[in-house]
């Protein structure tokens, strides 16, 4: 079960990082730092716990420590990126009622 | 461009503030695993099973740092989420394989539903029965034990 979980959990990674990496939304280093984490995971669910058990591995760890990095990065870009959404959005307002002329009543 | 970008936009809700929202569960998430992490017991070599049920069994918070675990997966995975909606507001190749991204986190999310629940009850009950059953049972309790393992 364990292997099966890092293994979903490495290719969700996987996913997103090759999603973000064409850089359209965010910067492309940021996609490959999630692709790598998610090749990590990937590699220690179907290679190592499938067929090592819980052995000690390298490979999981640098997939963590990159994983909690980036999941540190992506608050900042994130959060920039849902305050430009909000303010183009508002940017988009269709005028209210205030703002039509008298002679329409 | 514009036109496009509105017609990818969430449907009925606020994809800025659900993006917000998941740039604070995804670093809330990771904070949860890793204190979790802190607490799972860890002392015995993880392959010797009689060591390491012995250590399950004399643990106080296996449950609750498994309960700690599976909700920092969550809230990671509902930054992930999140993340689909963001990745997916401008066309080309990303928007393209944001909806295999979003599929993969919802079966994560399962996966690690099942993963939770055998490894924090399952496995807790079959060590403390492996722990405390009469010498004739003892076996038949560590099989059932490697089993849930």
Known sequence: MNNLSYFLAGLTLLLFGLAIAPGRVYPRWVGLMAAVSGAAFLYDGAVVVAYEGFAPSIIKVVGLLVLSVWAFVMVALMWRYGNRRRIARLGSTPPGPAQRPAGTR | ????????????????????????????????????????????????????????????????????????????????????????????????????????????????????????????YAVDTWVSAPASRKEAAFGAAEVAR
């Open chain 2, 1 to 124: 461009m514009e036109a496009r970008e509105a017609a990818t936009r969430q449907v009925g809700g606020d994809d800025a503030i659900t993006t917000r929202i998941g740039a604070v569960a995804m670093p809330l998430g990771i904070v949860f695993i890793a204190v979790s992490e802190i607490f799972h017991p860890a002392k015995e070599d993880p392959m010797d099973f009689p060591a390491v049920f012995d250590e399950y069994a004399q643990s106080n918070v296996w449950t609750t740092v498994h309960l700690g675990e599976y909700f920092g997966f969550l809230l990671l995975l509902g930054g992930l989420v999140a993340l689909y909606y963001s990745v997916s507001a401008r066309p080309g190749v990303g928007a393209g394989l944001a909806p295999f991204g979003l599929a993969a986190a919802v079966t994560t999310a399962a996966s690690f539903t099942v993963l939770q629940a055998v490894d924090g009850v399952t496995l807790r």
